[in-house]
T-cell receptor, first 111, second 111 residues
Framework: GQNIDQPTEMTATEGAIVQINCTYQ??????LFWYQQHAGEAPTFLSY????GLEEKGRFSSFLSRSKGYSYLLLKELQMKDSASYLC????????????FGTGTRLLVSP | DAGITQSPRHKVTETGTPVTLRCHQT?????MYWYRQDPGHGLRLIHY???????DKGEVSDGYSVSRSKTEDFLLTLESATSSQTSVYFC??????????FGPGTRLTVT
């Protein structure tokens, strides 16, 4: 089976840095995705990690440790528009690449 | 808009009635997916398609069927809607299994 855990909710202040953690236990792990989803909207792709280490993309960075079953999404210089849910998803190779999503972390950025 | 639309965007129906949701993509991508999103569960895969007339079940496929007669269209049918199928339904598409672009979602309420 598979199990993906991330915090339900986090709060942070505009301009700050926040780290959203994701731990997973899956078989056939192929990689890990992060998506952003604003309320009432579709998820949009943020990052994909397949190898251990840090991937940086502007204000957002994502880290993966395959041996520890752990990832985090780092958001720097927080802006009000970063208030959204952040979905961790694991890609599994079970004959067909499928994404298994965590329940998401709702981030609230305050002034 | 990620080259994907869903119709209808909102629907209210009664228990026991059939319902069909439509997903249309303009990118000529091979892979298409149907997910449902419920509080506390995250996104869960219902069915997916890897080509015209090629479909398979996801983790929550009971009570749902799909059809893909053209590359651009992927239909999700609830043969006899139940209240447990009240949810937000997202369609996604991608050229490889490592990318998924989500549609705007359909909010379905079964009374």
């Amino acid at each position: 089976g598979q199990n993906i855990d991330q915090p339900t909710e986090m709060t942070a202040t505009e301009g700050a840095i926040v780290q959203i953690n994701c731990t997973y236990q899956t078989s056939g792990f192929n990689g890990l995705f992060w998506y952003q989803q604003h309320a009432g909207e579709a998820p949009t792709f943020l990052s994909y990690n397949v190898l251990d280490g840090l991937e940086e993309k502007g204000r957002f960075s994502s880290f993966l440790s395959r041996s520890k079953g752990y990832s985090y999404l780092l958001l720097k210089e927080l802006q009000m528009k970063d208030s959204a849910s952040y979905l961790c998803a694991v890609s599994m190779n079970t004959g067909f690449q499928k994404l298994v999503f965590g329940t998401g972390t709702r981030l609230l950025v305050s002034p | 808009d990620a080259g994907i639309t869903q119709s209808p965007r909102h629907k209210v129906t009664e228990t026991g009635t059939p319902v069909t949701l439509r997903c249309h993509q303009t990118e000529n991508h091979r892979y298409m997916y149907w997910y449902r999103q419920d509080p506390g569960h995250g996104l869960r895969l219902i069915h997916y398609s890897y080509g015209v007339k090629d479909t398979d079940k996801g983790e929550v496929s009971d009570g749902y069927s799909v059809s893909r007669s053209k590359t651009e269209d992927f239909l999700l049918t609830l043969e006899s809607a139940t209240s447990s199928q009240t949810s937000v339904y997202f369609c996604a598409h991608g050229e490889s299994t490592y990318e998924q672009y989500f549609g705007p979602g359909t909010r379905l309420t079964v009374t």
